[in-house]
């Protein structure tokens, strides 16, 4: 099996469709878990989901294992997920943003009031202090993140399900006919259209807050050496380059694009196994991928006006990359994203962070850091 150890921030659940298709480059792919599983399992999500972790495409890894708090936060959880319009006033205050908290001492201790009232109301056991109930903080965080990207989910898929009834021509007469007749009636497709880019907008207050409850996590508890993190999104990608741009006064630099399918939409069973049949097929190309990486982290002095510099250089590893992804998953039935790469020169991204060495780094430490970001064709 393809082997190239890839941390993946900030998600917290990674068993789905969309994100299935960066284990075709990235495994052992680990992520960060919120909840610990149960006594006697190997997976705190299904069983379905324990092929992954069992094949070595995935590695779960609980910084802040909830112990015997464990079934009282799943409870709370469930709740807040029922009956969101419950605890929308508190849960607003609670992820106000961390820098505008940090800076206000009557903020902050609003949040603190919060949490450990909630943590209080489900029996949960905690120590009283600022930095145990900023963990609880940062877990109730990206606990609600996640319950807001499955509900984004869903009403994208209602949303191309409603649009989908109408064909381009019938969208055109229908428009064309309200225009004609002088009508002012609400266009039921436009307000479908402008929701849906609603759902596309950034949200980078939240993305911000999410960074910052999953790093407060990682901090937590050493993780395996990883040779490149990703982001799974743009939004949280902008956390890791901010923080660059401000140490180094330059950009973080493109010198790679990967192509990806956009999803793997199939049983857990099917999609292991033909995960596992296209890391075989280009074990070669991966290899090679894995070397030019290699070798462009440790390229001291880096110089960013060098041929040498980038990627690809005296290779074609990504035009055969894209060639094998038409074979196995085509884009017509998989619809493609992409993944760019940017290196970081002269800032490993665990040293950017102030993590300890051992956490997020190589044996042979890296000049620079590499990020790897999720986003469209």
């Known amino acids: ?3 190239y150890e890839t941390l993946l921030f900030p998600d917290t659940d990674i068993f789905n469709e969309k994100r299935y298709p960066l284990l075709l480059f990235f495994t052992p792919l680990h ?3 919120l909840v610990e599983p149960e006594a006697g399992t190997k997976s ?3 069983h379905e989901s324990d092929l992954f972790l069992q094949h070595g495409l995935c590695q779960a890894h609980n910084p802040a294992p909830l112990g015997e708090n464990r079934q009282q936060f799943l409870r709370l959880t469930d709740d807040i997920r029922k009956r969101k319009e419950h605890y929308v006033a508190q849960l607003k205050a609670m992820t106000k943003d961390s820098k505008t908290a940090s800076t206000d001492t009557g903020t902050a201790g609003q949040q603190h009031g919060i949490v450990s009232s909630l943590l209080q109301e489900y029996g949960i056991t905690y120590v009283n202090t600022e930095t145990n109930l900023e963990l609880w903080q940062a877990r109730l965080v990206l606990a609600i993140a996640e319950m807001l990207d499955a509900d984004e989910d869903a009403l ?13 021509e019938e969208i055109a007469a229908f428009r064309f006919l309200q225009q004609t007749q002088g009508t002012k009636e609400e266009d039921p497709i ?3 259209e402008k929701i849906e880019a609603r759902l596309q907008e950034p949200r980078l207050s939240d993305a911000v807050k999410r960074f910052e409850a999953w790093l407060r996590l990682l901090k937590n508890q050493d993780l395996p050496p990883v040779k490149v993190w990703v982001a799974s999104t743009r939004d949280s990608a902008e956390q890791i380059f901010n923080r660059y741009e401000a140490i180094s006064s330059t950009s973080a630099i493109p010198v790679l694009k990967l192509a ?4 793997i939409d199939a049983s857990p069973k099917y999609v292991v196994r033909r995960i596992e049949e296209f890391q075989q097929a280009t074990t070669a190309i991966h290899q090679g991928l894995v070397a030019d ?3 462009i982290v440790r390229t001291i002095p880096y110089r960013r006006d060098a041929h040498e510099s980038l990627l690809p250089y005296g290779t074609d590893w990504a035009e055969q990359w894209e060639g094998m992804l038409d074979g196995y998953f085509p884009a017509a039935r998989a619809g493609r994203k992409a993944i760019t790469f940017y290196l970081l020169p002269e800032q490993p991204l665990a040293q950017m962070l102030s993590l300890p060495e051992s956490a997020g780094t190589a044996p042979a430490q890296a000049a620079h850091g590499l990020l790897g970001v999720l986003g469209p064709s």
Do not use: H, I, K
């Open 31 to 33: 992520f960060l878990q």
């Open 190 to 192: 436009d307000n479908l």
């Open 260 to 263: 990806l399918p956009a999803y």
């Open 156 to 168: 994208r898929e209602q949303l191309a399900e409603q649009l989908a009834f109408y064909t381009e």
């Open 1 to 3: 099996m393809n082997s």
């Open 293 to 295: 990486f290699e070798r």
């Open 44 to 46: 705190a999500v299904n």
